[in-house]
């Protein structure tokens, strides 16, 4: 079933014209569309189901600095700003709290992996430290388990997932911007190579900047334009508890995930634990992401499933003036796997006693789109004038999502870049670029 989140209302009217439109209503494509409203640009926010209904409300809500890729840094760096201005700007809670996050383990290769990431988390200023066995046994009182170290990511936060993205949605329509829910994309008129319209299935806005920030869907609707765009997505399931004792904020462990919620209860997840399924899309990048998979293998099955032909990465065409693929499936919400949720709820159980009476209030399954080196793409489009993407996010999108919305924002209104753009261009997936697969 699809999380419980704050719903809004859609604009009744569809613009004929607007200086840019996104698709895609999830919190990438709500910031840029907040960013690019603030500048004073018309803009419509197209989403073929409703705003942050699918990955951007279902993950665990953190917001950090810790254990990110390089390339991301600076990203995470503004985004954790941003998250508390934008509250500030919109005045509404996103949920944005600076709890500090807390990881823990047993595993000495783990516990060297993040000693090692400390070197690049001083060159950019990231306040963490190192836990030893005392430490992580007081980080995490009331557990069960004897740790053999942990780190303490102190600045680092979380959000709401249920809530930041039609909030920001809100705070963009405020500033002029219009939302239109279970209104697909279905594509882009094309003039000579330019942009001048998106054709959406309650008609054609003419327009010269488009910015797709379609999530899962992102490869497919490149594809029908003739566009590479390697990505594919990996199926988990988490679970929401009913409110329960507080025993932390936002803990990691290998085992399970904790994240505490405004309301008490608790999103609860197995990190890294995934379901590979089979589709067209993943056979046809198939070489591009064995490096990533030979890397995760420990963590990510391999199965079929629906979607190999129906949802993303299936392989389907169709007409502008026809329904769309994007149209049949309005929410991407496959089911959460029972054994997984059985399994979180176990293990939860086992590693905090306190925790032995919770109930579960909802569970859900999620598709989360990965890039071959697990770094996003945010990248005008070589061949099409007027058209980018922002995409490819690997599980790491909602807490950096506010600094990538505003660089999408930046890209499409040619403006001067808040970060570095060149490391999350399209291009070095398609010209041979080798790339380390990132950081989880």
Not at 18 to 42: H, K
Not at 179 to 203: P, S, Y
Not at 257 to 271: C, E, N
Not at 408 to 433: E, H, K, M, Q, T
């Amino acid at each position: 079933m699809s999380p419980t989140m704050l719903r809004i209302q859609s604009d009744e009217k569809l613009p004929a014209t607007a200086d840019a439109v996104i698709i895609g209503g999830g919190i990438i494509g709500s910031t840029a569309a907040y960013f690019l409203a603030r500048r004073g640009l018309s803009v419509a926010l197209v989403e073929k189901g409703h705003v942050g209904g699918e990955q951007s409300s279902r993950n665990w809500g953190w917001c950090r600095r810790q254990n990110r890729d390089e390339r991301e840094l600076p990203l995470a760096g503004l985004s954790l700003r941003l998250w508390e201005t934008l509250t500030g700007e919109i005045g509404r809670d996103l949920g944005f709290r600076r709890c500090g996050l807390v990881y823990v383990t047993d595993n000495p290769l783990q516990l060297g992996e993040w000693e090692k990431w400390r070197d690049l988390a001083g060159r950019f200023n990231v306040n963490t430290r190192m836990l030893n066995s005392k430490e992580a046994a007081m980080a995490s009182t009331g557990s069960t388990r004897n740790w053999l170290g942990g780190v303490h990511s102190i600045d680092d936060g979380k959000a709401d997932p249920a809530r930041a993205a039609p909030v920001l949605a809100e705070g963009a329509r405020v500033l002029g911007a219009t939302i239109h829910q279970n209104c697909a994309a279905r594509g882009l008129d094309i003039t000579n190579g330019a942009v001048t319209g998106v054709v959406t299935e309650k008609g054609l806005i003419k327009t010269g900047a488009v910015l797709c920030a379609g999530g899962a869907w992102a490869s497919a609707f490149c594809r029908w334009h003739g566009i590479s765009f390697p990505q594919t997505s990996v199926r988990q399931s988490s679970l929401r508890t009913k409110p329960a004792p507080n025993v932390t904020e936002a803990l990691f462990t290998p085992d399970c995930v904790l994240t505490r919620r405004l309301d008490g209860s608790y999103t609860l997840a197995i990190s890294g634990k995934a379901t590979l399924e089979v589709t067209p899309q993943a056979l046809r990048y198939a070489r591009a992401f064995l490096p990533m998979f030979i890397k995760r293998l420990k963590a990510v099955e391999v199965g079929i499933g629906r979607s190999f032909v129906a949802g993303p990465e299936a392989m389907a065409s169709w007409r502008l003036d026809e329904v769309s693929p994007f149209e049949h499936v309005r929410v991407l919400d496959p089911e959460p796997k029972p054994r997984a949720i059985s399994a979180i709820l176990a293990r939860v159980k086992e590693l905090y006693p306190a925790l032995a009476g919770i109930e579960i209030a909802e569970s859900w399954g999620a598709y989360v789109d990965c890039t071959p080196d697990a770094v996003p793409v945010i990248s005008p489009v070589e061949g099409i004038e007027g058209f980018f993407l922002a995409a490819g996010f690997s599980g790491h999108g909602f807490g950096i999502g506010p600094a990538a919305g505003h660089l999408a924002a930046d890209l499409v209104a040619n403006d001067i870049p808040c970060v570095d753009p060149g490391p999350f261009r399209l291009s070095r997936l398609l010209d041979g670029s080798r790339a380390e697969v990132g950081a989880i």
